[in-house]
């Protein structure tokens, strides 16, 4: 009876020895699956971060472009306006011109 007890307790002992090894590669397996699940998640954010970045600058280079156009188009009609005026003047001056050297 005691030698069955002692074998049972022995039984007992190898199965709780082998019951938290294989716990403790359970536990380092789901922690490997969990730092490469958030290894993953990771990536995936820092990919849509430079996507949303990409994006962002974009939009940035259409606006400036279009500033740019706007701005473009503003002096365009300023120099026109100041080509007209000049003209305009051009002949004032070589009115002016003109009577002046007619009075001397």
Same mark, same amino acid.
């Given at each position: 009876?005691?030698? /069955? =007890?002692? @074998?049972? +307790?022995? $039984? *007992?002992?190898?199965? !709780?020895?082998?019951?938290?090894?294989?716990?403790?590669?359970? &536990?380092?397996?789901?922690?490997?699956?969990?730092?490469? /699940? =958030?290894? @993953?998640? +990771?990536? $995936? *954010?820092?990919?849509? !971060?430079?996507?949303?970045?990409?994006?962002?600058?974009?939009? &940035?280079?259409?606006?400036?472009?279009?500033?740019?156009? /706007?701005?473009?188009?503003?002096?365009?009609?300023?120099?026109?306006?100041?080509?007209?005026?000049?003209?305009?003047?051009?002949?004032? &001056?070589?009115?002016?011109?003109?009577?002046?050297?007619? /009075?001397?």
């Amino acid at each position: 009876m005691a030698l /069955e =007890a002692i @074998q049972t +307790v022995t $039984q *007992a002992e190898a199965k !709780a020895k082998a019951d938290r090894e294989a716990a403790a590669v359970q &536990a380092k397996q789901k922690l490997a699956d969990a730092q490469r /699940e =958030a290894k @993953q998640i +990771v990536e $995936q *954010a820092r990919q849509r !971060a430079r996507g949303a970045a990409r994006q962002m600058m974009a939009e &940035a280079e259409n606006k400036a472009a279009q500033l740019t156009q /706007e701005e473009l188009g503003r002096a365009e009609e300023d120099c026109e306006t100041l080509r007209r005026n000049a003209r305009n003047r051009l002949e004032e &001056a070589a009115q002016l011109i003109v009577g002046r050297v007619v /009075e001397r």
